[in-house]
């Protein structure tokens, strides 16, 4: 098993990368999020992979995070998903938007993958949503911010949920709902109510 590679970019193209390490290089299977991000050849990176081993050969998926990578590693682990249709949801949704696209049930987000059908995209939510804390992932989204730090602290846990659930209410798609409630600057003791107002804001 090969848990990252240290090396030097040797060649990039959509969804490939050559990463070469000692004399010896690596050909990575790569989300888009990677070829956009503004990697040059000849660039130092630390890839971290996930290796395939099939009947019709053995391939290395690279990843920037230790946080894709272990997303990637869900994905795969639901049943139908395989290592490049993974690979293709990752390059669809960043690992942050595929994590609230699940928690919001979010079917049509997933589905706008190539080759992941709306049947797919509901088992995927069905088998993933269990292993994702919508708090904890504004935490994470927001970590080292201020308004993280007031999330811990608030007396209402639950604010965020609450105001998501309120906004799919009234018509908006869960991944929009997220995406407002992630742009509210959160204050201590602010209940739901007082953030699903703010978020409203952000709708318009």
Known sequence: MIAFIKGTVDSLSEGKMILESHGIGYELNIPASM???GIREGEELKIYTHMSVREDGISLFGFLSREDLEIYRMLIGVSGIGPKA???????????????AVLSEDVQAIAKTPGIGKKTAQKLILE?????????AFEQKLAGNQAAAAVRQ????????????????LGYSGTEALQ???KVEITEGMDSEAVLKAALKHMF
């Open 154 to 169: 608030a007396g209402e846990p639950d604010a965020f949920q609450d105001a998501v659930q309120a906004l799919t209410a």
């Open 35 to 37: 070829f956009d991000a």
């Open 86 to 100: 993974a690979l293709a949801v990752l390059s669809t949704l960043t690992a942050d938007n595929l994590r609230f």
């Open 180 to 182: 407002a409630v992630k």
């Open 128 to 136: 993933l949503k269990d292993k994702f804390d919508l708090q904890e």
